[in-house]
């Protein structure tokens, strides 16, 4: 692996803190997220009898 290959870190001028470059092999593209369907439908099959009170309650701090 020669170092071009890998990360470097670059100071960014007026901030304390440095950036990476990008990773080999990465596109500075966001992830697409999961689809919240997807989870609701897996969490409805396994449902109990008290799940629906437990998700309208709320924490006595907030």
Known sequence: MS?????R????RGSRR?????APGTTAE???A???DAESDV???ASGPNDERMRREV????
């Open 3 to 7: 170092s071009s290959d890998r990360q």
């Open 59 to 62: 924490p006595p701090h907030y």
């Open 30 to 32: 966001p992830a697409v």
């Open 34 to 36: 999961d689809d919240d």
């Open 9 to 12: 870190v670059e100071k960014v």
């Open 18 to 22: 440095a950036r990476l470059t990008a």
């Open 43 to 45: 969490g409805a099959s």
